[in-house]
């Protein structure tokens, strides 16, 4: 059974920077990507950032040049730093996995999930 915990998340102020934390464990796939989702009070889950087994990485347009997904295939640990930090980034941020190589945005794909990590953006 494939499990992921999210850490990091917090209160930070507007320009700031945050970074998120996934660990897994329990999964044996060889191919595989790692997601981060994010759902603010009211809205859908969207996508944020995704990276796979090889390490490409693919970002929602509203991140790109702010975010960075990383990845510690030795921790089995997925990193999403985030800097200069917006308000409209405050959501629940959310680590998925789904299996193969192709980075997808639709949420359904992703077979795992984890319980989220709060993230609040103060001005």
């Known amino acids: 059974q494939v499990q992921l915990v999210e850490s990091g998340g917090g209160l930070v102020q507007a320009g700031g920077s945050l970074r998120l934390s996934c660990a897994a464990s329990g999964h044996t796939a060889s191919q595989y990507v790692m997601s981060w989702f994010r759902q603010a009070p009211g809205k859908e889950r969207d996508f944020v950032a995704g990276i796979n087994w090889s390490g490409l990485t693919d970002y929602t347009d509203s991140v790109k040049g702010r975010f960075t997904i990383s990845r510690d295939s030795a921790k089995d640990t997925v990193y999403l730093q985030m800097n200069s930090l917006k308000l409209e980034d405050t959501a629940v941020y959310y680590c998925?996995?789904?299996?193969?190589?192709?980075?997808?945005?639709?949420?359904?794909?992703?077979?795992?999930w984890g319980q989220g990590t709060q993230v609040t953006v103060s001005s």
């Open positions: 998925a996995r789904k299996p193969g190589s192709l980075i997808l945005s639709r949420s359904g794909p992703y077979d795992y």
